[in-house]
């Protein structure tokens, strides 16, 4: 099935820097979403973009829906050895019920 | 219960045989998704039942794959003749509706076809 690509593919970095990832897709979504995932957990939902432009924070996360619909980025600030995991965009079309395509997934390892 | 769970959550089964995946969804919860992670990849959706409507079966991969859900609750994700490509993460999801709403993940089962 179809995958969104997800940049980087992995990060190593040093706690306390800030990061940055994003998505891109060839197809538009009405909605884009950014989950985390822990080892042998499901994932978690983050945040969520519903309109083109839109800027959100959670904390110390801010994500960006892109002015084309075919793209999102997710920044963390100031990373916390807890950030560790694997970040996941989703998108989703509108009239495509509730199901959901997600990105190849950015690896994130914070070192101390 | 508190959130979506799955049984087993961890499944060893041989080429060919037949495997079935549980997912109790949360109490109230009106639609459930089975996405599918191979390693190392993100989620792939294969199928979605909202209420009483016919499931949205557009990610099931083969026609060896099935699922159903019962009374609007459980479901179960059915491999027959399983494959060693069938090797993955089965996740369940559930949502209080099936419009825009948060969808709440399982920990997932773990297959591992020999």
């Known amino acids: 099935g179809q995958q969104l690509n997800q940049s980087p593919q992995s990060m190593f970095i040093q706690e306390g820097e800030d990061v940055s990832m994003n998505c891109t897709s060839s197809s538009i979504f009405n909605t884009w979403l950014w989950y985390k995932q822990d080892p042998g957990e499901g994932p978690v939902l983050l945040i969520a973009l519903y309109k083109a432009g839109e800027l959100t924070s959670n904390g110390r996360l801010t994500a960006q829906f892109g002015i084309t619909r075919k793209d999102s980025f997710l920044n963390i600030s100031a990373s916390i050895p807890s950030d560790v995991g694997i970040y996941f965009c989703a998108g989703r079309v509108t009239g495509g019920g509730n199901k959901l395509t997600f990105g190849t997934g950015t690896q994130l390892k914070v070192e101390l | 219960g508190a959130g979506v769970s799955q049984s087993p959550s961890n499944k060893v089964t041989e080429k060919g045989k037949d495997v079935e995946l549980r997912c109790d969804p949360i109490?109230?919860?009106?639609?459930l998704y089975w996405y599918r992670q191979s390693l190392g990849q993100g989620l792939e959706f294969l199928i979605y039942?909202?209420?009483?409507?016919?499931?949205?079966k557009s990610g099931l991969p083969s026609d060896r794959f099935s699922a159903e859900r019962t009374g609007g609750s459980v479901s179960t994700l059915t491999i027959q003749r399983t494959q060693q490509e069938d090797s993955a993460v089965y996740l369940c999801?559930?949502?209080?509706?099936?419009?825009?709403?948060?969808?709440?993940f399982g920990p997932g089962t773990r297959l591992t076809v020999l």
């Open positions: 999801a559930s949502s209080r509706d099936g419009s825009t709403d948060t969808q709440y």
């Open positions: 039942f909202q209420g009483n409507s016919a499931p949205d």
């Open positions: 109490s109230g919860h009106t639609a």
